[in-house]
């Protein structure tokens, strides 16, 4: 995909296979859409990548190579090779936020996975998910690897420039320091939004929301004023969730505001 000069890449690292209690408040009896044969919720954990000139900038890491009860990750590095890119390639990464299932292939054996990337990642998440968890847990193994290499530079405030026509936009409420990237190209938009907005589904049903939300009501905000400001525009919606990676718009006006395209 292309938006503008820049191409778009979605990867998918693996599934997560979650069970109905995940999103809290959402009928499913009306949804049947939604869930496997045997009941469970199961959706990709996205990745994107995005070249903007000689830069090569991933969005978010995947799961890493391992199976846990709720998902199953390992794809990405077979993904990028498929597109001619190797893990030396790749200069920037930025993380939505510090969940495991956003930054699983930061780190492998003690090391650096991307040898030669510079990871990005609100700085705002640093505590609840690194500094206050206990020492083995994964996400602050692989953060403080990262640390202790050099190559971690923290996002903090909004609109932050990460290469040319890529902007990270703080969007707080799935953590507090989350962060979606505005990729902008001559007239086109698209909105990579990680895990600020779970599933399109959101837009129309708007109450029910993910048990990972650490604050559902300031993320309930965050994506009604985000639908406000893209209704009626042209700009292409993802994020790391939603089904199949499919890119969609906002409507206005219509009797549903989410379609996909
Ligand atoms: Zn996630």
Known sequence: ?????????PLNDGFCRLPQQFYVGLDFERHPELLTDDGKIEIPIGCYLLRTGDRLVLLDAGLGPVSVGWAEG????????????????????????LHIDHLGWLARDGEPFFPNATVRYGEADWGRFVADVNAEEPTRVIMETLAAAGRLEPLSGDMVAIAPGLTARHMPGHTLGHYCMVVSSGEERAFLLGDAVECPLQLDEPDFYAISDVDPALAARTREALWRELEGSQAMIAAAHFPGLEFGRVLRGQGKRWVSI
């Open 1 to 9: 995909m292309k938006i503008g000069d820049i191409d778009l890449i």
């Open 74 to 97: 390992g794809e990405l590095p077979a993904a990028l090779a498929a597109v001619g890119v190797s893990p030396g390639d790749i200069d920037t990464i930025v993380c939505s936020h």
